[in-house]
């Protein structure tokens, strides 16, 4: 059963990747000996330094999508992991070629472990496929697609769910440059395709997103309450501009400078009640501060049913977490994990059993 789950060997090459953009800019400025006397000439020269970096650079910072070495040319593909795929080039509404993998459910599947779904003679592979849940999958600002194939595996294995992969705009083989602008136009393209989809379109649909992927899973449900069944958030943020002054604090006094704004703060509220939300947290986060999970947790609570913020907040326990107790309201949790970092959260014990649990529990009952 643990060989379907990814290791710390074959994901490190993405999830390294996720935090490059702050860490390069955070070596920069710890390699000034602590030592130096900052005067007014130095002074303004980092004041400079962190103005241009901030607000010429930012989209280098917060997307470096070359990062690691090759991860515009070299990007697996799922059968890499014995997985069968369509190769999904999307088209956006502006233009841009997306290179985005597509993993279809089937009746049989051949990998020891596999959750079984009972399924009759007469069930076509497509009234199969149509019978599981979908994830559309967003990954974080590092790597490319092909570094996140072990995690869709455990979505298409150990859950039996189809899997659309969206790979971003500059990164990968995908074109064009990144942005957040240019993001939020994939995920939407990425949606459409699916409800446009003759089979997919018929399944529950749930989002998945890590890091900045989480803000960009958040914008997207904020924007298609109707569409989405849930979401799942993994070490995501209020904002760029509030995580800026703790991720970069030589940077914090021009963090109004942050164009690039991912304000999940203020979307959360905008999703309905009635849309179930995970929220998996890494205490040792050290690129987010566990905090922002936090309050994101608090205004997931505070949603009432067409997407208002409720005055109070209601929080009941559940009865199984990952080392620190799972919080629940109704169908949503946040479970946060002692041991996990930025990069880790998701090979935490514990994390992939949360996941299961939610998407079953979200699952739609299966049709004739």
């Not at 991860?71 to 956006?92: A, C, I, K, N």
């Not at 309905?272 to 986060?285: H, N, Y």
């Amino acid at each position: 059963m643990s060989g379907f789950f990814p290791t710390l060997e074959n994901f490190a090459k993405g999830t390294a990747a996720t935090a490059a953009g702050l860490s390069t800019v955070g070596e920069f400025f710890k390699r000034i000996p602590q030592h130096t006397i900052l005067t007014c000439d130095t002074s303004s020269c980092l004041g400079h330094a962190g103005f241009g970096l901030l607000f010429f650079g930012q989209n280098y910072l917060i997307y470096p999508s070359a990062f690691p070495p090759g991860s515009r040319t070299e990007v697996p593909v799922p059968t890499d992991f014995g997985l069968p795929y369509q190769d999904l080039p999307l088209v956006t509404p502006d233009n841009v070629t997306l290179r985005c993998y597509l993993l279809t459910q089937r009746k049989e599947m051949p990998f020891v472990g596999a959750l079984p779904v009972d399924s009759d003679e007469s069930e076509t592979d497509e009234e199969f496929t149509a019978r599981r849940p979908t994830v559309l999958m967003f990954h974080g600002n590092g790597g490319n697609v092909g570094h996140r194939i072990p995690l869709a595996k455990v979505f298409y294995v150990k859950m039996r769910c189809n899997v659309l992969m969206l790979s971003y705009r500059g990164y990968g083989l995908s074109e064009g440059s990144p942005s957040e602008k240019g993001i939020c136009i994939d995920a939407q393209c990425a949606l459409d395709h699916i409800l446009a989809h003759p089979t997919l379109s018929r399944t529950p649909i749930l989002v998945y997103g890590q890091s900045i992927g989480g803000a960009v899973a958040i914008d997207l449900v904020s924007r298609n309450p109707n569409a989405i069944r849930a979401l799942v958030l993994e070490n995501t943020f209020l904002s760029l501009p509030r995580l800026v002054p703790s991720a970069l604090p030589v940077l914090g006094p021009f963090a109004f400078l942050c164009h690039q704004k991912w304000d999940s703060a203020s979307k959360v509220p905008n999703i309905p009640a009635e849309i179930p939300m995970l929220l998996l947290s890494g205490v040792r986060d050290e690129v987010v501060p566990r905090e922002h999970m936090q309050e994101l947790w608090k205004l997931v609570q505070q949603r009432v049913p067409g997407g208002r913020r409720a005055v109070g907040r209601n929080t009941d326990s559940a009865d199984e977490g990952a080392k620190k107790p799972a919080l629940a309201t109704s169908s949503s949790r946040f479970i946060e994990f002692d041991r996990g970092t930025h990069n880790d959260t998701c090979v935490q014990t514990g994390y992939w059993q949360a996941v299961a649990d939610f998407v079953a529990s979200v699952q739609a009952p299966a049709t004739a």
